[in-house]
């Protein structure tokens, strides 16, 4: 708790700290969006006809639907899709053969984000070997570690290089848990996706270091759309790692991103992120729009998916991260803290669609909003007919800090099957004032004691996170909640 | 010139506007009204549009003196005991005087149609007519505001308590027109109190005739320290399709308790829609529905607090089986320095087969610090552990069961204040779940 304490102190009176951004020479698409745009991204990236195809299919798609506005508790402008450009990538000298020859410009951006790509610390003090895929705009710039994971079977690697080097498993997996005709954003994420991470383990085998992507968006006027691909083969084992930042900018930026995850019997996928967009000024000026299809399917008998995710930033948060519980006694998880301050706005939760027999899922959730926010929890819980004795526990509570900000609760419950037991509890209200007294008066400040309370109330879902994201989560809270207590 | 015609135009303008809801709306995700106009379109010149009184085109008619002796008898069965001394005959929305009966009225009790307030007391319904339901916010308010009939009309003046019960009979015969715009308009004045119970039936010659639509909308409003209690008991309307809205306005003090139980009927839709905008305020919302066959029972809560230091509770349970469809959708909306609200809602649902089907949403939505407010949702089948205790005393699988329903709806029905009406829903529900049980 000390620790968590000093923590929290370091950042106090620290802003936005990621808002930065480097000078690294840039190659661009022209702004705007046509099938021009879609030809010429696949042609830059030299994809095969087949992927051309996916995504010419979800741009057609894309055209014909409405942008989802009616449901969501969300209050923003309409994205002209015009004034976005849908590629940027960091201008390759030649082709990379080792670290050396990257970019130091690009080097320096992610030891300034606390990411070594030089493969060892991650956190002073803390020891951890970590393979990362560092994606910057729109382009996985480095993944670490591949030689190392590639001995025990392991792929590794960033989607372009996955297209290329493994298009039978690409083709087989790609789309079959978010079609590319899925929704709006998950359509238009098919159609110009730029790269991303793959990765695949292999039958039995446990991946024996946690696997991480980083995402910045770094050039301005861009939008990153970048897709995740993870498979875990029978009796696998991997623990994903991801997140993000962007600089500090006037204008609103969208990242529209997919996650698809399939666990074979028997396979076991965590996921978790810690999601830290620029969150646009007091005034609620800029920031991320972040609209992201996440979603895992339990394919085999007793597989599991567990999602765990820190959402502190982005001006707009528009995730549902689900989970597919086809396969029998399959097991999802959802664990989720939500923190919006000044004028951020966030619509989050979790799906869980119950298919096989004896299916269990449990979902937590946290909100916290503060300043002028609004906060909502947004969750289904579907037993399918024939998912017999399948169990659902659900809780999602809000915390709210002032008086100026929102809290919503807005789950979804259909059960087609009796033998179903399906739980929701929810509760909102602030913090207790005699829980600030009782530490008060042994001499806490008014102002740690909230770190503290906040701390707590959290700590069901940091738990589920590794160690060295729980700390850098922690962190993340003080400092997204800096200035709403009192 | 009548206030009323211009109302009905706006309102047409508004139901126009946003049509019946389809697929995508969200307040109408898991009752889609528009199987039940099977793309019957309502169009604005079938109906006399812009009247300026209740009687639009004479469309319901007052039964026949034959008629009304048949239905005499008809409506005996519906009686009950303690309750229906004190009774108002509505048939298809138009008060019936003769078979109406209200001896132990005090002083200060208006009841009449509305026709008859458009002349007596037109300036008392000028100034609440249609003020509270927002013709804006569902298409159901416009199209009854637009096309509205005749109903009910009642006043308990200020200081005034009614000690006898008041039971309106809310009855659909054949005669009633494919789509029914019934309205009602309940104002209790300062202080005044009353307990009301509202029976809906179908008397019909033949079997599950109805098919079709009743629209209903009652606004109710309860002025500074009033109390009323408002039963609704929906049974025996086989074959009916029903749209039933409730629009309350509380003010300062006052304590709004309502019970809505559904047993019968082939596609309803309660909306309650309680607008609390004074402090201090009490409301509590219950609700039962025992479905079977292909019933469809939607519970839709809205209870709005616009200002601080009320207090609402909610309780919802249904017993399902066969091939029916429960939804429950209850919102509680806290405004903006509406602090120290206490605000609860509890949800629970026991599914007897593995056709039948219920769809939850209970929703928060929240803009002040300083409430307490939670809602809690459970489904599940009845708890084996209690069959089995039951079981090794000896009690045969069927009491069993029974006992443990009727205790899941008991929590309910015990909440019901006058005693000859919770005993009377205590007997229509055992029989219902003895007939589901033994299936």
Same mark, same amino acid.
């Given at each position: 708790?000390?620790?968590?304490?000093?923590?929290? =102190?370091?950042?106090i009176?620290? @802003?936005?700290?990621?808002?930065?951004?480097?000078?690294?020479?840039?190659?661009?698409?022209?702004?705007?969006?046509? @099938?021009?745009?879609?030809?010429?991204?696949?042609?830059?990236?030299?994809?095969? =006809?087949?992927?051309?195809?996916?995504?010419?299919?979800?741009?057609?798609?894309? %055209?014909?639907?409405?942008?989802?506005?009616?449901?969501?508790?969300?209050?923003?402008?309409?994205?002209?899709?015009?004034?976005?450009?849908?590629?940027?990538?960091?201008?390759?000298?030649?082709?990379?053969?080792?670290?050396?020859?990257?970019?130091?410009?690009?080097?320096?951006?992610?030891?300034?984000?606390?990411?070594?790509?030089?493969?060892?610390?991650?956190?002073?003090?803390?020891?951890?070997?970590?393979?990362?895929?560092?994606?910057? =705009?729109?382009?996985?710039?480095?993944?670490?570690?591949?030689? /190392?994971?590639?001995?025990?079977?392991?792929?590794?690697?960033?989607?372009?290089?996955?297209?290329? @080097?493994?298009?039978?498993?690409?083709?087989?997996?790609?789309?079959?848990?978010?079609?590319?005709?899925?929704?709006?954003?998950?359509?238009?994420?098919?159609?110009?996706?730029?790269?991303?991470?793959?990765?695949?383990?292999?039958?039995?085998?446990?991946?024996?270091?946690?696997?991480?992507?980083?995402?910045?968006?770094?050039?301005?006027?861009?939008?990153?759309?970048?897709?995740?691909?993870?498979?875990? =083969? @029978?009796?696998?084992?991997?623990?994903?790692?991801? &997140?993000?930042?962007?600089?500090?900018?006037?204008?609103?930026?969208?990242?529209?991103?997919?996650?698809?995850?399939?666990?074979?019997?028997?396979?076991?996928?965590?996921?978790?992120?810690?999601?830290?967009?620029?969150?646009?000024?007091?005034?609620?000026?800029?920031?991320?729009?972040?609209?992201?299809?996440?979603? &895992?399917?339990?394919?085999?008998?007793?597989?599991?998916?567990?999602?765990?995710?820190?959402?502190?930033?982005?001006?707009?948060?528009?995730?549902?991260?689900?989970?597919?519980?086809?396969?029998?006694?399959?097991?999802?998880?959802?664990?989720?803290?939500?923190?919006?301050?000044?004028?951020?706005?966030?619509? /989050?939760?979790?799906?869980?669609?119950?298919?096989?027999?004896?299916?269990?899922?449990?979902?937590?959730?946290?909100?916290?909003?503060?300043?002028?926010?609004?906060?909502?929890?947004? &969750? %289904?819980?579907?037993?399918?007919?024939?998912?017999?004795?399948?169990?659902?526990?659900?809780?999602?509570?809000?915390?709210?800090m002032?008086?100026?900000?929102?809290?919503?609760?807005?789950?979804?419950?259909?059960?087609?099957?009796?033998?179903?037991?399906?739980?929701?509890?929810?509760? /909102?209200?602030?913090i207790g004032e005699?829980q600030v007294f009782y530490c008060n008066q042994r001499g806490i400040s008014t102002e740690k004691a909230i770190g503290l309370i906040v701390?707590?109330?959290?700590?069901?879902?940091?738990?589920?996170?590794?160690?060295?994201?729980?700390?850098?989560?922690?962190?993340?809270?003080?400092?997204?909640l800096?200035g709403s207590v009192g | 010139?009548?206030?009323?015609?211009?109302?009905?135009?706006?309102?047409?303008?508004?139901?126009?506007?946003?049509?019946?809801?389809?697929?995508?709306?969200?307040? !109408?995700? !898991?009752?889609?009204?528009?199987?039940?106009?099977?793309?019957?379109?309502?169009?604005?010149?079938?109906?006399?549009?812009?009247?300026?009184?209740?009687?639009?085109?004479?469309?319901?008619?007052?039964?026949?003196?034959?008629?009304?002796?048949?239905?005499?008898?008809?409506?005996?069965?519906?009686?009950?005991?303690?309750?229906?001394?004190?009774?108002?005959?509505?048939?298809?929305?138009?008060?019936?005087?003769?078979?109406?009966?209200?001896?132990? +009225?005090?002083?200060?009790?208006?009841?009449?149609?509305?026709?008859?307030?458009?002349?007596?007391?037109?300036?008392?319904?000028?100034?609440?007519?249609?003020?509270?339901?927002?013709?804006?916010?569902?298409?159901?308010?416009?199209?009854?505001?637009?096309?509205?009939?005749?109903?009910?009309?009642?006043?308990?003046?200020?200081?005034?308590?009614?000690?006898?019960?008041?039971?309106?009979?809310?009855?659909?015969?054949?005669?009633?027109?494919?789509?029914?715009?019934?309205?009602?308009?309940?104002?209790?004045?300062?202080?005044?109190?009353?307990?009301?119970?509202?029976?809906?039936?179908?008397?019909?010659?033949?079997?599950?005739?109805?098919?079709?639509?009743?629209?209903?909308?009652?606004?109710?409003?309860?002025?500074?320290?009033?109390?009323?209690?408002?039963?609704? +008991?929906?049974?025996?309307?086989?074959?009916?399709?029903?749209?039933?809205?409730?629009?309350?306005?509380?003010?300062?003090?006052?304590?709004?308790?309502?019970?809505?139980?559904?047993?019968?009927?082939?596609? +309803?839709?309660?909306?309650?829609?309680?607008?609390?905008?004074?402090?201090?305020?009490?409301?509590?919302?219950?609700?039962?529905?025992?479905?079977?066959?292909?019933?469809?029972?939607?519970?839709?809560?809205?209870?709005?607090?616009?200002?601080?230091?009320?207090?609402?509770?909610?309780?919802?349970?249904?017993?399902?089986?066969?091939?029916?469809?429960?939804?429950?959708?209850?919102?509680?909306?806290?405004?903006?320095?509406?602090?120290?609200?206490?605000?609860?809602?509890?949800?629970?649902?026991?599914?007897?087969?593995?056709?039948?089907?219920?769809?939850?949403?209970?929703?928060?939505?929240? !803009?002040?610090?300083?409430?307490?407010?939670?809602?809690? $949702? $459970?489904?599940?089948?009845?708890?084996?552990?209690? +069959?089995? !205790?039951?079981?090794?005393?000896?009690?045969?699988?069927?009491?069993?069961?029974?006992?443990?329903?009727?205790?899941?709806?008991?929590?309910?029905?015990?909440?019901?204040?006058?005693?000859?009406?919770?005993?009377?829903?205590?007997?229509?529900?055992?029989?219902?779940?003895?007939?589901?049980?033994?299936?």
């Amino acid at each position: 708790m000390q620790k968590q304490n000093e923590l929290i =102190d370091q950042q106090i009176g620290g @802003e936005y700290k990621y808002g930065w951004s480097s000078d690294i020479e840039m190659d661009t698409a022209p702004m705007g969006l046509s @099938e021009e745009i879609v030809r010429f991204i696949s042609k830059k990236k030299k994809e095969p =006809d087949w992927m051309l195809e996916f995504r010419l299919k979800a741009y057609r798609h894309w %055209l014909k639907m409405e942008e989802p506005k009616h449901w969501a508790h969300l209050d923003y402008p309409v994205i002209d899709f015009q004034k976005i450009i849908f590629y940027a990538a960091p201008k390759p000298k030649k082709e990379l053969k080792s670290l050396d020859e990257v970019d130091p410009e690009l080097l320096k951006t992610f030891e300034k984000l606390g990411i070594s790509l030089e493969e060892q610390k991650r956190l002073s003090g803390v020891e951890s070997r970590i393979a990362v895929d560092a994606v910057i =705009d729109s382009v996985s710039v480095k993944t670490t570690f591949k030689e /190392t994971l590639a001995e025990k079977g392991i792929i590794f690697c960033s989607f372009s290089d996955a297209v290329q @080097e493994h298009p039978d498993l690409i083709k087989r997996y790609m789309g079959s848990v978010v079609p590319g005709t899925d929704n709006y954003f998950a359509a238009l994420n098919s159609a110009v996706f730029s790269d991303g991470s793959f990765c695949y383990i292999p039958k039995g085998v446990r991946c024996p270091m946690e696997l991480s992507t980083y995402f910045r968006i770094n050039a301005i006027g861009t939008g990153q759309f970048e897709r995740t691909l993870i498979v875990a =083969d @029978e009796g696998a084992y991997v623990s994903y790692l991801e &997140g993000c930042t962007a600089p500090m900018r006037d204008e609103n930026q969208l990242h529209a991103a997919i996650v698809e995850i399939v666990a074979h019997e028997k396979a076991e996928v965590k996921y978790s992120t810690v999601q830290n967009w620029y969150p646009g000024d007091v005034n609620g000026k800029g920031g991320i729009y972040n609209f992201v299809t996440k979603r &895992g399917i339990c394919l085999g008998d007793d597989s599991k998916i567990s999602w765990t995710q820190v959402e502190t930033g982005s001006a707009i948060t528009w995730k549902y991260p689900s989970v597919i519980l086809k396969g029998n006694n399959s097991v999802g998880e959802f664990y989720s803290v939500a923190v919006t301050n000044n004028m951020q706005q966030a619509d /989050t939760g979790t799906k869980m669609i119950h298919i096989g027999k004896n299916t269990r899922s449990t979902i937590v959730s946290k909100g916290i909003s503060a300043g002028k926010s609004n906060n909502s929890y947004r &969750g %289904l819980v579907r037993i399918n007919k024939g998912a017999t004795r399948a169990r659902n526990h659900s809780q999602c509570d809000s915390l709210l800090m002032g008086d100026r900000c929102g809290a919503h609760t807005f789950p979804y419950i259909e059960i087609k099957d009796k033998s179903a037991i399906v739980e929701h509890e929810a509760t /909102t209200s602030k913090i207790g004032e005699d829980q600030v007294f009782y530490c008060n008066q042994r001499g806490i400040s008014t102002e740690k004691a909230i770190g503290l309370i906040v701390n707590g109330y959290c700590k069901e879902v940091l738990n589920q996170l590794p160690m060295e994201f729980a700390v850098e989560a922690q962190k993340l809270l003080a400092v997204s909640l800096e200035g709403s207590v009192g | 010139m009548g206030f009323l015609g211009p109302l009905r135009k706006r309102a047409m303008d508004a139901f126009l506007k946003q049509g019946l809801p389809g697929r995508k709306s969200e307040e !109408y995700k !898991y009752s889609n009204p528009e199987k039940l106009f099977r793309g019957a379109s309502i169009k604005p010149e079938s109906l006399g549009l812009e009247s300026v009184n209740f009687n639009v085109s004479g469309l319901e008619k007052k039964p026949s003196v034959l008629d009304l002796k048949k239905l005499d008898k008809a409506l005996q069965a519906f009686e009950i005991k303690g309750v229906s001394e004190n009774r108002v005959v509505l048939v298809n929305g138009v008060y019936i005087q003769e078979l109406s009966a209200l001896p132990d +009225m005090p002083e200060g009790v208006l009841i009449c149609s509305l026709a008859g307030a458009l002349t007596d007391y037109r300036s008392l319904l000028e100034k609440h007519f249609s003020k509270y339901a927002d013709v804006e916010a569902d298409p159901f308010i416009a199209l009854n505001t637009a096309y509205a009939g005749d109903g009910l009309f009642m006043r308990v003046a200020e200081g005034v308590t009614v000690g006898k019960t008041i039971h309106i009979l809310n009855v659909i015969t054949d005669e009633a027109s494919a789509l029914l715009n019934k309205r009602n308009l309940i104002l209790l004045e300062r202080s005044a109190e009353v307990d009301v119970v509202e029976s809906t039936v179908v008397v019909s010659e033949e079997v599950n005739v109805g098919r079709n639509v009743v629209n209903e909308l009652s606004e109710l409003i309860l002025d500074e320290q009033s109390r009323l209690r408002f039963y609704r +008991m929906q049974q025996d309307c086989e074959g009916l399709n029903l749209i039933s809205t409730v629009q309350v306005l509380q003010k300062a003090s006052s304590h709004f308790d309502t019970h809505t139980i559904t047993l019968s009927g082939d596609w +309803m839709r309660n909306n309650l829609n309680i607008v609390v905008d004074a402090e201090r305020c009490e409301t509590h919302l219950n609700g039962l529905y025992i479905t079977r066959g292909i019933q469809h029972v939607d519970n839709h809560t809205l209870v709005d607090q616009r200002k601080p230091n009320c207090e609402s509770n909610q309780l919802y349970k249904g017993i399902l089986a066969d091939k029916s469809t429960g939804v429950f959708n209850g919102k509680i909306f806290v405004r903006r320095d509406a602090q120290k609200i206490n605000a609860y809602q509890s949800s629970k649902t026991i599914l007897l087969s593995d056709d039948a089907t219920v769809n939850t949403k209970p929703q928060l939505e929240i !803009y002040a610090n300083d409430v307490k407010c939670s809602h809690g $949702s $459970s489904t599940g089948h009845l708890d084996e552990e209690a +069959m089995f !205790y039951l079981r090794s005393r000896g009690l045969s699988e069927e009491s069993a069961k029974r006992m443990l329903l009727y205790a899941f709806a008991s929590d309910v029905v015990d909440t019901i204040r006058i005693e000859p009406l919770r005993a009377y829903a205590n007997d229509l529900i055992s029989k219902q779940l003895d007939f589901d049980i033994k299936k």
